[in-house]
């Protein structure tokens, strides 16, 4: 009986170690994220794709400049984890023309992702 209960307690205390390395995974990846304004001025005409993965929350883009202009940012692919979506970050880019815009409340993770893989599309393009 008692080899029973303290194989339990080992099983539950390894299981909760093994779940913990992806949520540990996830918040260093999110911590990286810095959103740094990029120079449109020196980014080429083309199409660019941009990805970032933050284990539960993942987006690739592509991300369409022509004069200078993001004239266009297609969401190809989106996981957003338990979290909420944040589809509109795209539209907020292409208004304000920066990637400096309000991230959507309750998506902040979603929101932040999608603005880094503009970030790395964008960097593509950079003379």
């Given amino acids: 009986m008692r080899f029973n209960f303290l194989f339990g307690w080992l099983f539950l205390i390894c299981l ?9 995974e996830y918040q260093r990846r999110m911590a990286a994220i ?7 001025n020196k980014v080429k005409d083309g199409e660019y794709t ?8 993942h987006a690739v ?7 200078h202009t993001i004239t266009d940012i297609r969401l190809l692919k989106h ?3 338990r979290g909420s979506a944040a ?3 795209p539209n907020r880019v292409i208004e304000k023309q920066s990637l400096l ?3 959507v409340t309750k998506a902040t993770s979603s929101s932040k992702v999608i603005l880094e893989a503009i970030e790395q599309a964008l960097r593509k393009g950079l003379d």
């Fill in 79 to 81: 996981e957003n984890g």
């Fill in 16 to 24: 909760s170690l093994i779940q913990c390395k992806p949520i540990q």
């Fill in 34 to 40: 810095e959103i740094t304004e990029i120079d449109l």
């Fill in 50 to 57: 941009g990805e970032y993965d933050a284990v539960a929350v």
């Fill in 87 to 89: 589809e509109v970050i």
């Fill in 61 to 67: 883009v592509s991300v369409t400049v022509k004069n």
């Fill in 101 to 103: 815009v309000d991230t």
